[in-house]
Nanobody, 122 residues
Framework: QVQLVESGGGLVQAGGSLRLSCAASGRTFSSYTMGWFRQAPGKEREFVAAIRWSGGSTYYADSVKGRFTISRDNAKNTVYLQMNSLKPEDTAVYYC???????????????WGQGTQVTVSS
């Protein structure tokens, strides 16, 4: 339905910053919720942050609250994840997702990007 492409991942030292981008194309709706998830090797995919296209309400996992900021540019159909004060435990593949529901679990998101690797060294 919606095509999503992530970019901005890479290798960074602990305490550093990265900004991830998610470009959306195809059929999009102002009522969509955009989310970021991450998955580390051997672990379940977990929710990181989400934002409503309309209104811009944001939601964060406790593990990233105060360090990560999600934002969107509706005109560019792009969502960003600014990651500051990165820790080694933030290392994971980060996925952008889009959904039409209000839930923040992965099952609430029907469209997914291919992911971008974030590696934080200590």
């Amino acid at each position: 339905q919606v095509q999503l492409v992530e970019s901005g991942g890479g290798l960074v030292q602990a305490g550093g910053s990265l900004r991830l981008s998610c470009a959306a194309s195809g059929r999009t709706f102002s009522s969509y919720t955009m989310g970021w998830f991450r998955q580390a090797p051997g672990k379940e995919r977990e929710f990181v942050a989400a934002i409503r296209w309309s209104g811009g309400s944001t939601y964060y996992a406790d593990s990233v609250k105060g360090r990560f900021t999600i934002s969107r540019d509706n005109a560019k159909n792009t969502v960003y994840l600014q990651m500051n004060s990165l820790k080694p435990e933030d290392t994971a593949v980060y996925y952008c997702a889009a959904g039409r529901g209000l839930g923040l679990g992965s099952s609430s998101f029907g469209s997914w990007g291919q992911g971008t690797q974030v590696t934080v060294s200590s």
